[in-house]
């Protein structure tokens, strides 16, 4: 699958746009459902009757109808073939992506379900809330792994043999920065909705509780991802985009705390710090690709890519003797055939080495500075045997 050739801006913002209704959509159905759950156990362990209205309420509101529940992953699957074309991955990743759909449809289906039973036992409530909002999460999970996944093109190519790989500290940092920022916009929603659908003052309070944990958390939590980032991931943008969203949630302290707070401005107000948080991935993933697809070689040598192909490959007991497995465990997180990674299309460097196998062999075995548009290689430590059979069958591959 090659890279789309197009325009890339639309797809871009198409993608932004998509990701921008969906992500909040689906944390606020998992966090707000979350709430309801708990506002309903609390009203059936009390006999609170308004609180298990309460807990209908909100549930009604966050909880999909019949539209939204085929909406919401159909917009996430749009959003990810935007992705597909624009980076061109024809790996496992795409597996991936199909989980994240099919658990986004399931989860948005439990929870419909549930909305519709809520006067039912708790036990049917609770199983088909809680797996509703399990798979939700998980869905987004997936989505915010494989988006980190994608600004590190090194380990991206790794993912095949290596399907752990997929899980990463910023993409887990990434996801409780969003869960930290649903749990705060279903506080909100939660702390302006209440008075008026159950004429009480039941829920504002603990609206309130939700509203400032996340947003308190959400900060430290953006940095934990930052840090997390590959370097050439980073760009000042992301920063500022950072910045802005930390100051959103200032804004919205300010409001409660001014008591300012009418016409629900701190649901509207946290809401709009989602777009924001989500430029941030989709800048990133842009600036990865870009890195590695020019030549931004300067951080790439900062970037520790060297230690990849030797923590993904504890030596085996026998040499390899055949090359193709040789070149992929030692070569391929930098090499592709016909195009740039971290290193040079092999189609174009191979030739000269034609008829010439032991200097290609020297080269693996002690790079030399070549092209000082790339960092240089580091050397790649195999057996004797494995530098033989590498180096024959990509001089036999290049001769086909
Ligand atoms: C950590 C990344 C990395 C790994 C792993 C790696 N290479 Fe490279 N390779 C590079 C870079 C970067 C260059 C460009 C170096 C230069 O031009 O100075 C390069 C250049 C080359 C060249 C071109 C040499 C020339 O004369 O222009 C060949 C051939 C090559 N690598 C083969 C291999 C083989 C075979 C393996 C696996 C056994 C391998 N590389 C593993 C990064 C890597």
Not at 138 to 159: C, F, M, N, W
Not at 189 to 216: F, S
Request: with cysteine; proline share 7%; hydrophobic share 55%.
């Amino acid at each position: 699958m090659p890279a789309f050739e197009g325009d890339p801006l639309l797809l871009n913002i198409l993608t932004f746009l998509l990701l921008s209704v969906v992500i909040p959509f689906a944390g606020i159905m998992a966090a707000g459902g979350a709430t309801a759950l708990c506002c309903d156990l609390y009203g059936r362990r009390n006999g609170s009757e308004g609180h298990r209205r309460l807990a209908d309420a909100l549930m009604e509101h966050v909880a999909p109808g019949r539209f939204v529940w085929l909406l919401l992953p159909l917009g996430l699957a749009l959003a990810l073939l935007c992705q597909w074309l624009l980076y061109g991955l024809a790996n496992l990743l795409s597996a991936f992506w199909i989980a994240a759909f099919a658990l986004l449809l399931a989860g948005a289906g439990a929870l419909r379900l549930c909305r519709k039973s809520l006067s039912r036992s708790f036990v049917q409530v609770s199983v088909l809330g809680a797996s509703g909002i399990f798979f939700i999460a998980a869905s987004l999970y997936l989505v915010l792994l494989s988006e980190t996944l994608i600004q590190r093109p090194d380990q991206l190519a790794l993912l095949p043999r290596l399907p752990g790989i997929i899980i990463s500290w910023h993409g887990t940092w990434r996801f409780l920065s969003l869960a930290a920022l649903s749990v705060a916009a279903a506080g909100a929603l939660l702390r302006w909705g209440a008075p008026r659908w159950t004429g009480g003052d039941y829920g504002r309070m603990g609206g309130g509780i939700l509203l400032g944990a996340g947003l308190v958390l959400l900060p430290v939590l953006i940095l934990l991802e930052l840090q997390r980032a590959a370097p050439f991931a980073l760009s000042t943008l992301i920063f500022v985009l950072a910045a802005v969203a930390v100051v959103q949630a200032g804004a919205v302290f300010l409001l409660l705390a001014t008591g300012n707070e009418r016409k629900g401005a701190a649901f509207v107000l946290t809401i709009l710090i989602f777009p924001v948080w989500i430029l941030m991935g989709q800048i990133g993933r842009e600036e990865a690709q870009a890195e590695a697809i020019v030549a931004g070689t300067a951080a790439l040598v900062d970037f520790p890519v060297i230690g990849v192909p030797t923590i993904v490959a504890a030596p085996p007991a026998a040499p390899i003797v055949d090359g193709e497995t040789v070149f992929n465990r030692h070569c391929i997180a930098c090499h592709r055939f016909d195009s740039r990674l971290v290193g040079p299309p092999l189609n174009e460097v191979l030739p000269k080495y034609v008829g010439n196998r032991e200097a290609l062999i020297g080269f693996i075995r002690a790079p030399d500075r070549v092209n000082p548009d790339y960092p240089p290689m580091p050397p790649i430590v195999l057996r004797e045997p494995e530098y033989e059979a590498v180096a024959s069958w990509l001089l036999q591959r290049i001769e086909e």
